[in-house]
């Protein structure tokens, strides 16, 4: 247990290194550094997606407006309250802050509505919040907020990651993530082992809405501005696809259809709407193959590895012995 | 004699025109097993839904230890220590037993989010009071190899024991046990039998059983509550009930003269 | 005569008008939803192809005839065979493999499928709008005091006429009965000797075939497209056949209208008309919260 710990710390401190040495000595063009923060900044969209979509096994499609809150607000509060860049993890925390809100007002329906339904009123949600910011002048309209302070680096993306990873893999194996998967299993039998649906619930989506939230403040902060038209409805595809790609119900599936989509998305750009329709049919081959998505309810281990090498000889072992008898 | 654990007094539950139960009393003394028989449809089941809180009674008071229950939302009352099982069994699958057993336990829990986010020793020292709970639990019920399956591999009859230690885990005083039996042979059913009475000497409770098995019934109920179209016909000890003329004619038709 | 009133009455006949298109596709939309109980969010996108189809079957057609409902019917024809050829083939590669999956897995393949024929398009034929071919002459007529466009009457007679019949067929004929059959329960169908299989492509052809009309009704109302406007007509059809009651025509109906009345009233009520979004989609959450399963369909009390 301790060892591990020792490790881990380890394992950061090296990230951390590499970050500053990536950094401030040029090992790496600078366009591939903004793709590296634009999937680190999608892995904690997708793990906060997942907490919701994934783990509590409600289709939800609010995180659009979620992400816009909080990219909105901690946007706001670089530019006119906390106008310093040391202050900057005060302005995502207060972004993150406003997404929980939102994201309780959110919880509200599901006590009641469920499935296909609720996801019709997240819908509404999410287009709600993207006209209100078109129609308020006071944020920009629909030309949105600039110029926001760049303060969003490779250092702070790799920051908050880590930090979106080790506390999501707490919450899910918490009590919190008991109850939820208990609810996603089966609603009414998990009320009846004594699981308060509506408060697990809440803390469900409030802890989604706090990383969703984060990761728009990252997004705004890296791009140095931010209008209604990225919150529409391909925003609430992309989110679909990295979760569902990825794996639902799980971090490593979460950071992996991150990295996936992102990748297809930014780095292939040279090919032009190419990469959307092989991104397309990536989406259903897996689908076909693994219709959890490529993680479902998995996690990555060492074990699991060597349980996959085992089943893997196994399977050969058979086809041989087969073949044998066969002959 | 004690106060009762529970009680329904003029209880009813009409769903439209449907009077799934209709005007129901009676109660249930600390200790004891109790059984509720009736032919299909009579409302067996709906007594445990409004006990439990699925349903709110359209009329009447429910008790339990003296306080009124009725508008109760379920994960409040199995708090307070009822708690049960399903006709139709509904374990959470995916999940390992040892999971299905701790999902049971929230309302025992008591560290908060920042405990969770923060890692706290308080949070350790809980999760292993816990897991320790319910292992004890699942070994006393002979399920402590089952701990790491997923709950949906196993097989029926362990599923069903499953069922009981979830609802255990709840840590109840009054214990509602949904057609325990269903699908057992004799020879299951007698091992059922001696596990209902060790579980109640065990970890002292009341326990109210809905079922259709006679032989369950009869061999180990200490009082049976038989009911029929929502109503009640008798209740009584099992040789008072096997020789009540009305119970009879419910069950096998009326007397040829 | 008070102007109120009279552009109240105005906005009626835009609500009439525009609720006939949206039911029809809703319609289109909740025939897939409700039989192979499959949330298709490759519906826009069809719809967007069928409307390319019809725009290049019209063309063709005007090409040789100057008669315009002769263009029509046979662009409709031509249009809708190649749209449900497509939507089965659809059916067939990225939905029939997924049979037994999660619900969600048959979501994220359809948006793949959507995603794909979106940007196929794009990819040969650019983003630059088109215009349809005008298929009905613009006679207007005025009646106290309210314009009726030649084109509105039309939309909303084919339209009423399209849910009649196919409401009539899945009503009466055998295949509609087998298909509710199917749609209520696909496992006792198949013991009774219906193909599930079979039944699901119909769906999916008729599902076409209404995605067709209304590709030719709305590009009568609105003649300008491009690759892009698959996207709303998904999102529009979805919350219309949801919003009705999840597998019920009537309900996708109902929900299609109270769709576009909302979309045309609520401009009325508000100073601009920017925050037409805002009250709609409100409109829509609280009709769901009061009507958890939609407006037609039934509370499911759950069995314990």
Request: charged share 15%.
């Amino acid at each position: 247990m301790k060892k591990r710990k020792g490790f881990h710390l380890i394992l950061f401190a090296v990230g951390l290194a590499l970050c500053c040495a990536v950094m401030n000595f040029g090992l790496i063009q600078t366009s591939k550094i903004l793709i590296i923060q634009y999937v680190g900044i999608y892995i904690i969209f997708v793990l906060g997606i997942n907490l919701v979509n994934g783990y509590l096994g409600i289709f939800s499609l609010a995180h659009a407006g979620i992400m816009a809150v909080g990219g909105y607000t901690a946007s706001l509060a670089s530019m006119h309250i906390f106008t310093s860049p040391w202050m900057f993890p005060l302005s995502l925390l207060t972004g993150g802050m406003a997404s929980v809100l939102v994201g309780l007002c959110v919880a509200v329906p599901s006590f009641n509505v469920r499935g296909d339904y609720l996801a019709i009123i997240t819908l509404g949600f999410s287009l709600i919040v993207k006209s209100i910011l078109q129609n308020l002048e006071v944020v920009g309209g629909p030309r949105g907020l600039r110029p926001i302070p760049k303060y969003t680096n490779l250092i702070w993306v790799y920051l908050c990651v880590v930090l979106a990873i080790v506390m999501v893999n707490r919450f899910v194996k918490s009590k919190y993530g008991r109850n939820m998967m208990a609810i996603r299993e089966d609603q009414i039998a998990s009320e009846l082992v004594s699981v308060d649906v509506r408060n697990a619930k809440s803390v469900a989506f409030s802890v989604s809405a706090f990383f969703i939230g984060i990761s728009g403040a990252l997004i705004c902060h890296l791009l140095s501005y931010t209008n209604p038209n990225s919150y529409g409805y391909s925003a609430i595809i992309d989110g679909l696809v990295m979760v569902y790609l990825g794996g639902v119900g799980s971090i490593t599936g979460s950071i992996i259809g991150a990295l996936i989509w992102q990748i297809l998305v930014q780095s292939l750009r040279t090919i032009g709407t190419w990469r959307w329709i092989i991104g397309g049919c990536i989406l259903v081959v897996i689908m076909i193959f693994q219709p959890n998505g490529i993680f479902g309810n998995r996690e990555l281990s060492i074990a699991g590895i060597k349980r996959a090498f085992a089943a893997i000889r196994n399977r050969l072992a058979k086809g041989a012995a087969g073949k044998k008898d066969g002959q | 004699m004690s106060a009762p654990v529970a009680s329904f007094d003029n209880v009813s539950m009409h769903f439209g025109g449907l009077k799934a139960i209709d005007g129901l009393s009676f109660s249930v003394a600390k200790g004891k097993i109790v059984g509720i028989i009736g032919p299909n449809g009579a409302g067996k089941t709906t007594v445990f839904n409004v006990l439990s809180g699925v349903y709110t009674p359209t009329a009447g008071e429910i008790r339990f230890n003296g306080q009124l229950i009725n508008a109760l939302r379920p994960h409040v009352i199995t708090g307070r220590g009822v708690a049960r099982t399903f006709q139709n069994i509904r374990l959470f699958e995916r999940q390992s037993v040892l999971d299905n057993l701790r999902a049971a336990c929230c309302a025992h829990i008591k560290y908060g989010i920042l405990d969770v986010m923060l890692s706290t020793g308080r949070m350790h020292r809980e999760e292993r009071e816990i897991e320790t709970g319910c292992m004890d639990i699942l070994s006393f019920l002979g399920l402590a190899d089952k701990a790491g399956v997923k709950a949906g591999a196993l097989s029926y009859g362990d599923q069903r024991r499953v069922e009981i230690a979830r609802a255990l885990a709840c840590k109840p005083e009054l214990l509602l046990l949904d057609e325990p039996a269903a699908g057992m042979n004799p020879a299951e059913m007698d091992l059922l039998n001696e596990l209902i009475v060790r579980v109640r000497d065990h970890y002292t409770l009341t326990i109210l059983l809905v079922e259709h098995q006679m032989r369950l019934v009869m061999g180990i109920c200490d009082e049976i509550l038989a009911i029929n179209f929502g109503r009640k016909m008798a209740m009584g000890v099992p040789a008072e009930i096997r020789s009540n003329e009305q119970v009879l004619e419910a069950y096998l038709g009326k007397k040829v003269r | 005569m008070g102007t109120y009133s009279q552009q109240f009455l105005q906005q009626t006949v835009n609500l009439v008008q525009l609720g006939s298109i949206y039911g029809l596709l809703a319609v289109g939309f909740s025939m897939v939803y409700g039989i192979a109980r499959l949330v298709n969010f490759a519906y826009g996108p069809i719809f967007m192809v069928s409307t390319y189809l019809l725009f290049f079957f019209g063309t063709l057609m005007s090409a040789m005839t100057e008669t315009a409902w002769i263009v029509l019917v046979f662009a409709l024809i031509g249009a809708s065979a190649l749209t449900a050829l497509l939507a089965i083939i659809i059916e067939k590669i990225a939905y029939k493999p997924l049979r037994g999956a999660p619900k969600v897995s048959v979501v994220v393949s359809s948006v793949g499928v959507g995603m794909a024929l979106e940007y196929l398009v794009l990819s040969f034929i650019g983003p630059n709008p088109h215009r349809m071919p005008t298929f009905v002459g613009n006679s207007r007529y005025t009646v106290g005091g309210v314009n009726f466009s030649l084109a509105t009457i039309i939309i909303v007679a084919v339209a009423v006429a399209a849910m009649v019949v196919l409401n009539l067929y899945i009503k009466k004929s055998r295949t509609g009965i087998a298909l509710r059959a199917v749609a209520e329960d696909g496992l006792a169908a198949s013991f009774m000797g219906i193909s599930a299989n079979w039944m699901i492509s119909v769906a999916f052809i008729l599902s076409a075939i209404m995605a067709t009309i209304g590709a030719s009704l709305y590009g009568v109302a609105y003649p300008t497209f491009n690759p892009y406007f698959g996207e709303q007509i998904n999102w529009w059809s979805f919350t219309a056949a949801v919003l009705g009651g999840i597998g019920s025509v009537k309900g996708a109906i109902l929900g299609g209208y109270l769709l576009a009345a909302v979309n045309v009233y609520s401009p009325m009520l508000l100073p601009t008309s920017s925050w037409r979004d805002v009250v709609a989609f409100g409109v829509l959450i609280f009709v769901l919260m009061i009507k958890p399963a939609g407006l037609i369909g039934k509370k499911r009390i759950e069995k314990v």
